[in-house]
């Protein structure tokens, strides 16, 4: 990852509601505190499978948690929890690009395809194609793990190449993803608190720094003769 110049414009894409906290919610803050702009995608309403007729407000939460990055601008695409086979894969792809076109991001971190979730896996499909490098303002496409999701698949094939420390917003991603007062589980589940900032640690402590979130590079794109710093 290069270093970010104020012109960059990032675009976060996340199947379900509090996939873009557990991913990257730390790394997201570190963007707003330095005045990056940060689009934030939620494709699936997370709610109709699990919470129907519960009155969960998950837009709420959503919102609420993005306030506490900093995060102004949130889109939600409202398809279906855990329904998006039910889709042809252009169905999805479309508003992608539709977005990217809009924002011309020029770093997109998005939901890993390698998920034991399928929804993950779709969405990702879909992402492939809508930031397919024709688009020459993109420079860099990263994918985050999911907690429980990332680590209960098979076979295990998130294999983190960067590293970024969020030792300064681990305290921030914490308190978003609290917001999220429907999905947070009781330690030592990977959803708890406890177990996410322990997990920060994890990943941090393999290079060195108290706390770090962790991604895939899909892609890394060096134009007009520039090089990796």
């Not at 609420?64 to 998006?84: C, E, H, M, S």
């Not at 978003?176 to 990977?190: G, K, S, V």
């Amino acid at each position: 990852m290069k270093l970010v110049n104020q012109n960059a414009r990032v675009l976060v894409i996340a199947a379900h509601p509090d996939d873009e906290i557990l991913g990257c919610g730390g790394t997201v803050a570190l963007y707003r505190k330095m005045g990056i702009s940060v689009t934030s995608v939620i494709f699936c309403e997370g709610v109709s499978l699990r919470y129907i007729n519960q009155n969960v407000d998950m837009y709420s939460f959503a919102q609420n948690a993005a306030n506490k990055l900093g995060v102004t601008d949130i889109r939600y695409l409202n398809f279906p929890d855990q329904r998006l086979d039910q889709f042809n894969l252009i169905e999805i792809i479309r508003p992608l690009e539709d977005i990217i076109k809009e924002i011309c991001p020029t770093i997109i971190y998005c939901q890993y395809g390698g998920d034991i979730n399928y929804d993950h896996e779709l969405l990702f499909k879909a992402i492939l194609v809508a930031v397919r490098p024709i688009e020459k303002y993109i420079k860099e496409v990263f994918a985050f793990d999911t907690a429980s999701s990332t680590d209960w698949a098979y076979p295990r094939t998130f294999i983190p190449d960067t590293w970024v420390d969020i030792t300064s917003t681990l305290e921030m991603k914490l308190q978003a993803m609290a917001c999220y007062i429907t999905e947070i589980r009781d330690y030592p589940h990977p959803r708890s608190l406890e177990a996410l900032r322990n997990r920060a640690y994890s990943w941090g402590n393999q290079v060195c720094s108290l706390a770090s979130e962790v991604f895939m590079t899909v892609r890394s794109i060096c134009r007009d003769g520039t090089v990796p710093l």
